[in-house]
């Protein structure tokens, strides 16, 4: 479907429900407003070679233009309808639902504003990153994700204005009014709410905690709900960037320590990240970022499955869809110790998710090890902390285990943190590094450049223009 010309783009026929378009074009000056007021601090007045979904056909869903970012086209996008069925859980083979069953409003209304609140909270977490950008590349992916994260926000709160009237409404005017790091209003998850001040903790939150966004969204596009389901379908093309920019992102801070490292140069006095710096980090937002998931047993999760609401990653190739009769065996702390117990596979369904984004993680980690082996830093490995380690939810929450997964004492944990995690020394050497760099072709010195541009374009294209006088 060609781009609409009405104030809003969409896929939707949304000029066909006047009262909902209503709706949406007061929503939209306060979004609007939003924008201005928490996100990039700086540039909008600037240029930016952008992506945008104009439609969602494979030549629609990226138009790449200089666009401002106020005026970019934020719009409303699902995958066409197809013939689904529930594919899993009880209702399993039954119609997908066109509008919300009402046993079921409550449940799909949260998990919609959980997903919703994610999104903004993001673009207002990296506001300021805009201004310590190591290279114009960079300052042009940062501002992709940041209008993305603004599109999806969009997704989420069609779907509230459309399908849950006013309390819909209601949910869709706090997701604006929540800020991230707020002390009255903060962000709902805790990752969301992590000051994100340096690049190296914007590569590692695009990398980690857009991950965790990736398998969220992959289970939610299973959903019977077929207005979720489509709407995340399309998320989904677009999140891939997001990944791309952090993993590429830590990739290239990995290439330069290695290579500094064969060199026999020590990468602080040489103004880049030290590999003991790295994996804190690493440790730090994939332990945030695991706690996204849930608690490990969740009687939540498997009401959700077995409504239909939620299902597994990849759900329609598995095998099994009712995960009935069936365990999961996982390790939990009791007593001091750590005890194999037998969870019903739908209570586990958190740590079902949580499994497919380790293995995921691990990939990544997997490609960074090379990159230092290529480099020739010989002795140097990164490595994924235990899923035990520093964590804020689930039975492992308030104890304390050190990266291999093992018990420690809480006097050891607080001899030995600072070993394992950033501290404000640590944060404040990563914040020395940061100094914009927006010379067309150039690159801070902390980082490698990357191999190719986008779409097409060399690595020194302008990517990012300046307000023209």
Known sequence: MAQSLESIPNNVDLSSDRRLQRALEQWQPNFLQWWKEVGPDGFQGHQVYLRTAISVEANGWAHFNFVRMPEYRWGIFLEPKSERKIGFGDLMGEPVWDEVPGEHRNALRRIIVTQADTEPASVEQQRQLGKTCPSMYDLRNLFQVNVEEGRHLWA?????????????????????????????????????????????????????????????????????????????????????????????????????????????????????????????????????????????????????????????????????????GQIYRMEVPEGGELVEQ???????????????????????????????????????????????????????????????????????WKAREGEWLPTAEDRAFVKSLMHPVIERGKMASWIAPPPKGINGMPIDFEYVKPPEA
Not at 350 to 358: G, P, T
Request: glycine share 8%.
């Open 156 to 324: 989420m709160v069609y779907l509230l204005h459309r399908f849950f009237g006013r309390d819909g409404r209601e949910e869709a005017d706090e997701l604006l009014q929540r800020r991230s790091g707020s002390h009255d209003k903060p962000r709902i998850l805790n990752a969301f709410n992590e000051p994100i001040d340096d690049w190296l903790s914007f590569f590692m939150f695009t990398m980690f905690t857009d991950r965790d966004g990736k398998y969220q969204l992959a289970a939610l596009a299973q959903s019977g709900f077929d207005p979720l389901a489509r709407t995340t379908r399309f998320m989904l093309t677009e999140e891939a960037h997001h990944l791309f920019v952090g993993e590429t992102g830590v990739d290239r801070i990995v290439q330069r320590c290695g290579e500094l490292a064969a060199a026999g140069k020590d990468a602080r006095k040489e103004g880049a990240v030290p590999f003991e710096l790295i994996q804190k980090y690493i440790n730090l937002w994939f332990s945030l970022s695991l706690d996204l998931f849930g608690g490990e047993v969740s009687s939540n999760a498997a009401d959700f499955f077995a409504a239909g609401l939620k299902g597994r990653f990849r759900e329609d190739t598995l095998g099994e869809h009712k995960a009935m």
């Open 342 to 412: 037998e969870v019903p596979l739908r209570n586990a369904m958190n740590e079902v998710l949580r499994d497919e984004y380790v293995k995921d993680c691990q990939r990544a980690l997997d490609r960074w090890n090379k990159t230092l082996a290529s480099a020739g830093a010989t002795g140097m490995r990164l490595r994924l902390p235990h899923r035990r380690f520093h964590r804020g939810v689930g039975p492992c929450a308030g104890l304390y285990f050190d990266p291999e997964g093992r018990f420690i004492p809480e006097q050891e």
